[in-house]
Each structure stands twice: as structure tokens, then as C-alpha cells.
């Protein structure tokens, strides 16, 4: 993730185009569907889901100021729930076949290219007949939405989904001919909280420039730029650089603009059913009122259909799965078995909201180290439900509406209403997966790879949260952490491990860094003038040189 000004940007690997053989005819000889990786199985899921932090015996008999940051780790726990298989199909599907329709091979890609820019030409009136020039080409793009309370996991489980994907594929050449693109896979970004058209279009041009270093936020969204003119750009732009699928997060602001969120959703359509761009709309309950009264929106915001995603049910083995692991990661002196009644406590009190799960159970820690009576350190009902009452309680009247059932108080709350019907057949669904979901994750929690994995990446996001490693990217601090967790022996204590991958990325990163300084001193004694004393000595072109040199861009790259 990079900040920015405003926001965290969601950003991720930038790599060259490796085309690889597709189990689909349809998906064969289209060199943006051959360069995204092979179709993941449950197998990649759960490795990819699967986080589980780990506290060691000699982590529990530290002193409790120490264990008080051992239990932050807790903040990293996710834990793999049917949805997470589900949401990765739907994604993976929408991806691949949105690039059908837009084979940059086929002609039809470079015809939408063109009429873009020829509508651009009429930037003012364009927007009125976009629709009409374009709507003869056809699009495979589907639309999903995903509706869910807030804390339930949906920005969390999508953003872990994008990232397994490149989010920059650079081509070069495919089957031997020269094929010179830019591809970005996927883009997020999130909606204004005012629901401005205007900030989501420069949001859009500030993404790419910050994966790209173009600048199209200064050429394309200056101040008094009108906004349909905008929205042209971001149609032309997602066009060019082949945008796999365009996430859209937060979409509940929109319902903030009184006159804009319709302008907005028919882009979206646009987007989708003209450009061909797939898109995932992803929001609170509270985002359900804007498609209430426009069916094409409706019909287009959901054309692969709609996640409904509520929090887990009390009896549901879901649920039990979800507390039996997370109760494993204690950090107390003695370890308190999970009871029954300890179960109907915790769930009482989080009622199944996930993020509230895991801040509950730091917190009553927390609560344990530091309380007034610390001789024995047990969970206990008593405890959890003051945690609740204390350190939870700017949320205690959401949590009370849900647990009392009370529909009058949840319309306060509209980020907690869901349609109960669409969650009944997603958890039907579901249901089908959880047995052999929770038979790989037992088998994986009790192997030593799992635990070498496990160490790898909760190693690796303390690291890089460190944010000292500058001249390193998130791939090769990860490489630094696994050779150091393969070299050593399991049992080693994960602060030694730690110590030893810091010192590795350090002197890495110190390398990288001489390396820099280096090229540029290279680069500040090439100057023009020693540059053409050097074309005249070697008798060469001085536009060769120049080329050399980086003075000169390929005019191809600078198209594409």
C-alpha cells in the first residue's frame, strides 16, 4: 500500500509479460488473458488467506508491557470463510472474460481506441452520444456487487484477491511479432465521502499516475474541467491501458450527492456495458437505496450477481471454525479453554462482526495484563463483557440493534441492513465448501511448511511495516524473509528469525542504495557536452548516444 495526501493507495507488482498455455480455447491467443497468472485453485486460496500469527511460550513469559505489542500480531489474523472462495471465482471469471471483447489482437480493440478519441475531439458534447458510437462493439464485461456490514471483511478479502495478480503487466512482444502495451490488471479506488463525480474522476487519473508516473491528473482534471468531459478521459484511459477490472469501494457515499449519484451509476453502466470495462461495486447495506429505483442499473450493478455478505451466524460451524482458531493465539501466562459459556459470551458481545472479534479478543488481554488483579491471568465472561462495555462502547448501539433484533433501531444504522433472503441462498452456497475447507486448514495448521509459512508472513509484514527499506519492494523483502525462515531450523524463536531478516534486508537495502547513488553520478557526468565529444571521437550518430543514454524515449513506449 502507498499513502498519499489523502488516502492509502492500494498498489501492486509491476512485471513483464510471461504468456502461459490456457486451459480454455476461448482464452487462447489473447496475450492479456495468456500474461495473468494460471487460474488459482482452493489450494492457492487458503495460502494466500490463511494468516495466522503465532505466539511462542517464551512470548508469554515476557513481561507485560512487551506482551502488550506481542498481541498487536493478533491485528493480522485472517482466517479463510467460504465467501473468500466464492469471491475469488467471481473475480477471476470477470477478469478473463471482460478481456474477451477487448483482445488487443482483434481489430475491434483498436476501433474502440479510435472512436474514443475521436469523441474526445468533441469533448463537450461527446458524453451525450457515447453510448450510441460505441454500443455496435460488443462487451463480455460483467458487473458484481458486494454488499456487507462494515467490519465483516470486504475491502480486506478484495484487496488480498487484487493482490495476487500483477497490477502492471508490460509487453513486449507475443509469438515472435513486436507488441509494445502497458496492461494494468486491476484498479481500486474508493468513492468520495461527498459522493463528488468530479473527485472520483481525478481519484482515477491520480491512480494510474502514481502505478505509471504519467501525469493525466494535471492534464485531464485541472479545476475548471467539466466533469462529463472527465468521464470521457476515464473511458478512453481504461480503453488504452486495458483495464482488467476497475474496483469501486465505499459506493454508500454516493447517496450523499443529491444530484450526481445517478450520473455516476449510469457510468458505471457505461463502463461496463459500452467499454467493456468489468467493474466490482463494493459498499454497505446503505448502498442497496440507489438501485432501488433504476432496474438497468440495478440489473447492470449485479449482471454476475451480488455478494451479500453479513456476519456469521451463532450455530453456524462457520462461526465455531472462525473462534477455535483465533482463541489459539493467546498471550496470557495460563491458557483459558474456550467453554461453552465463554462461546455464547464472545459471540454475545461481537455477534459475529469479524473485526469486532478480533479487537474484543486483543482487548480483553489487554485488559487481563493491565487490570487490577493480574495474579491470574484466565478470560473470563466477567471480563469480556466489561471489555465490551468499555473499550467497545462507541458501538454498543449497533451491536445492541443487531442483537436485539430491532429493525426500527437498525434503520438508524443503514450500514447494518441486509436483504435476508439473498443471505439465505449465499449461505446455502457456502455451505457446501466448509467441509473441505476446514479439513485442509486443520492439515495445514498442524504441518511444518504451514508453520514455515505462517512465520514467513508474519515476519514479512512486520518488516515491511518497519517502512526503513526504501530501495526494496514488497517481493524482494519477502524473499529476504523466506531464505532466512527455509536456512534456519523450525523451532527457532521468531524474534531471532526477525533480527536476522532486518540485518539481511539492511545491508540489502544498503547495497541497492550505493547502486543508486552510483548511476546517478553516472547519469550527472554524462552530460550533453560529453556526450557529443564522445559521438565525435567513436565517429557514431549523436541520436545513438542520446538513445543509450535515456535522453531519447521510444516513441512507442510513450503511445503505449
Known sequence: MVKTNDEIVLKGEIEQAVYKTQPLV???????????????????????????????QQDKQSEANIRYHVLKRIKNFIQPLPVHFELERRLSTLIRRGYLARNPLDKTFLQRIRLLHELREDEKQAHKYIDDRLNYIRSTADSLSIIGISGIGKTTAIERLLLMYPQVIKHESY??????????????????????LST?????FKAIDDLLGTHYLEKFGYFNRIT??????????????????????????????KNEHEEMLNFFVTLSNTVGIPTVLIGTSKAQQLFKGNFR?????????????????????EWEFFLETLWNIQCLKEYTELTDELKKTFY???????????????????RILFGDDNSQEKITSKVLKQTAKEDLKIIQPMLTAIRKNDFKAMYKYEDLMINLDDLMINHKKGA?????????????????????????????????????????????????????????????IESELKRIAIQKAMDMNQIRLNKEEVKEKNISDMSLVNIRLKTLKNKIHPYEELKKNAFICSPLNEFY
Open 26 to 56: 476461448e482464452y487462447e491467443n489473447n496475450p492479456f488473458i495468456e500474461a495473468l497468472p494460471t487460474i488459482f485453485t482452493e489450494d492457492d486460496i487458503l495460502e494466500h488467506f490463511m494468516v495466522t500469527p503465532r505466539i511462542s
Open 175 to 196: 509469438k515472435a511479432q513486436m507488441f509494445n502495451r502497458t496492461q494494468i490488471t486491476w484498479l481500486k479506488i474508493d468513492c468520495p465521502y461527498d459522493g463528488s
Open 200 to 204: 472520483l474522476c481525478k481519484s482515477f
Open 228 to 257: 462529463s468531459t472527465m468521464l470521457l478521459y476515464m473511458t478512453s484511459l481504461a480503453s488504452l491501458y486495458g483495464i482488467g477490472i476497475l474496483v469501486i469501494d465505499e459506493i454508500q457515499h454516493l447517496a450523499n450527492s
Open 297 to 317: 442499473q440495478a440489473r447492470r450493478a449485479a449482471s454476475d450477481g451480488s455478494i451479500f455478505w453479513d456476519r456469521m451466524a451463532e450455530d453456524s460451524e
Open 348 to 366: 454475545e458481545e461481537c455477534q459475529g462482526i469479524t473485526a469486532v472479534a478480533v479487537n474484543l479478543f486483543i482487548l480483553t488481554q489487554e
Open 432 to 492: 457446501e465448501y466448509e467441509g473441505n475447507i476446514k479439513s485442509a486448514m486443520r492439515d495445514r495448521l498442524n504441518s511444518i511448511e504451514y508453520l514455515r509459512k505462517d512465520k514467513i508472513e508474519s515476519i514479512r509484514i512486520e518488516l515491511t511495516a518497519l517502512g526503513i527499506f526504501n530501495a526494496l519492494n514488497i517481493k524482494e523483502i519477502k524473499k529476504i524473509v523466506e531464505n532466512v525462515v527455509n536456512e534456519n531450523p523450525i523451532d527457532l
